[in-house]
């Protein structure tokens, strides 16, 4: 007679993958929003150069450069997730978090003399930054691929939404570990001088400029680390391993997981998938293409990662008196509502919740432009920006992965999926570095003309989202990643 663990695989085994996977979406969100603390300590380092002058166009691109990196570890994802494996993939993706940690912390690093400012240690930073950024780019697309190819169909959605969360906990992570690195001190006071220069204001806190900025950066090393070791230890996607002509060893990990009978199933369906190991990416159409492109799109366009990452400084033009608080706490608010998708994402589907999110979200975001900078509705323009980011994150967050990882034919996927993670990059970084000159943007006529604009922009395209998803996203809830092959085949 066979033992329960042949009949119905272990989800022990299963979780304990699963959770290692979504470390890498834990180092995703920390290393996206650290930034968020210690761009005003490192904007204060570099105005001390003596070489060159440190501009906002200059802030702007230091705080966005890991996204530059984001692009292209997701242009690569895809090869590299086809020839080198999804594990092999992931664990290049903790060395290079590692790395950039480290280098972050300390940019002069055997070539710079420490603390002394100039242009060439600013290039040396950003490049430390794009490294990261490569591991998120990488991360961003080969963990909720090796979830979904992990995953039984039944609990693919839950388990993929996981890593969502990940995301959003490893952004409260790093909020916290700032707020906690900051202590007593407080963040440097920056004014402007004219023509996008600005300067130190006196008595600004001097621990923040030369250090305290540091200890924010490195303290990614730890899960860093962490990751690149734990992922060494689980196994390689059934479903790559079946790709590669390792039928054995995809078996052994489809009965470990799923039971034997059900395991021998699901090996004969992927094989069934997977007899084109090299079909080009347009074998099923334009269409299948173009959701997973605009899946990413409306993700980024909608403005979230505007609030994510200079969550502070919007606060504080608020005029909150802590605005660090105010960000932890739209980080509790952002993890209670991711877990709202991934209880309801097996049962509502992820067409109802996107639909959902989007139409709360333009609320949101309407609310914003309507009261942003009004005497007395303060509190009002808050709830909005939390409205704006819990409907983000109990739809668009976590949902958006759950699709491009399933929503593509097994044969096309690794590329499709990098196609797909890299627009969402580059709308990502579009979205990032517009925010500012955009929000702060101002007519003859009205002086917070930039202030509406930015939001009421944001809340007409989460009204086109909620349409795209309506007339053109089909619902997965339920199917097979084999089931997508037949899907796209009508």
């Known amino acids: 007679m066979k033992n329960s663990l042949e009949s119905t695989g272990s989800k022990t085994y299963l979780f304990t993958i699963v959770l290692v996977a979504v470390l890498g979406g834990l180092l995703f969100g920390y290393d996206t929003a650290v930034i968020s603390g210690a ?21 702007g691109f230091t705080c966005a450069s890991a996204l530059i990196g984001c692009i292209l570890g997701s242009a690569v994802s895809g090869y590299m997730a086809s020839h080198w494996g999804r594990k092999r993939s992931l664990i290049f993706a903790g060395i290079m978090f590692f790395i950039s940690a480290l280098g972050s912390m300390e940019p002069e690093f055997l070539l710079f003399e420490h603390g002394t400012p100039s242009y060439p240690l600013l290039i040396a930073f950003n490049v430390y930054r794009i490294i990261g950024g490569v591991g998120v780019g990488l991360a961003s697309a080969i963990c909720p691929m090796y979830i979904a190819e992990v995953a039984p169909s039944g609990v693919r959605g839950t388990l993929v939404s996981w890593n969502q969360f990940a995301i959003i906990f490893g952004q409260l992570v790093v909020y916290m570990v700032n707020f906690l690195i900051l202590g007593e001190h407080t963040n440097p006071v920056i004014e402007s001088v004219g023509q996008g220069v600005n300067a130190v204001v ?25 990751f690149a070791i734990l992922i060494c230890f689980v196994p390689e996607t059934p479903r790559y391993l079946v790709m590669a002509g390792r039928d054995d060893q995809a078996l052994a990990v489809l009965t470990r997981i799923n039971g034997e009978a ?6 004969e369906e992927i094989k069934g998938t997977i007899s084109e190991k090299t079909e080009r990416v347009l074998t099923y159409g334009v269409l299948v293409i173009f959701v997973g492109i605009m899946l ?6 909608v403005g979230i990662n505007a609030v994510l990452y200079y969550a502070p400084r919007i606060f504080g033009d608020m005029g909150m008196e802590n605005p660090m608080m105010q960000t932890i706490i739209m980080g509790v608010v952002n993890i209670l509502f991711t877990l709202v998708a991934i209880l309801t994402v097996e ?3 992820r067409k109802p919740l996107l639909v959902t999110g989007s139409i709360g979200m333009a609320v949101g975001a309407f609310g914003v432009s309507l009261t942003f900078g009004e005497a007395g509705l303060e509190m009002v323009t808050m709830l909005s920006i939390m409205l704006y980011s819990a409907s983000f994150m109990m739809s ?11 929503i593509f034919p097994n044969t096309i996927r690794g590329t499709a999926v990098a ?13 990032s570095a517009s925010f500012v000159p955009m929000f702060n943007m101002q007519t003859e006529a009205d002086a917070d003309f930039g202030h509406w604009f930015t939001y009421a922009l944001y809340g007409c395209i989460c009204l086109l989202a909620a349409l795209f998803v309506w007339r053109l996203v089909p619902e ?15």
Request: glycine share 12%; aromatic share 18%.
């Open 39 to 59: 761009e005003k300590g490192l904007q204060a380092f570099f105005l001390g150069a003596g070489d060159f002058v440190y501009t906002d166009s200059w802030h």
């Open 202 to 226: 006196a008595g600004s806190d001097p621990w923040t400029i030369e250090t305290g900025w540091r200890y924010m950066f490195g303290s990614e090393a730890v899960p860093a680390g962490l």
């Open 262 to 267: 059900e395991g021998q199933r699901t090996l």
């Open 296 to 301: 990413s799109v409306f993700q980024q366009a």
């Open 347 to 349: 049962r509502w589907g």
């Open 396 to 406: 668009w967050g976590p949902i958006c992965w759950v699709l491009i990882a399933e």
């Open 419 to 431: 196609i797909a993670v890299a627009f969402q990059w580059i709308f990502n970084w579009l979205v």
């Open 476 to 490: 997965t809830k339920g199917k097979t990643l084999e089931d997508m092959t037949r899907l796209w085949r009508k």
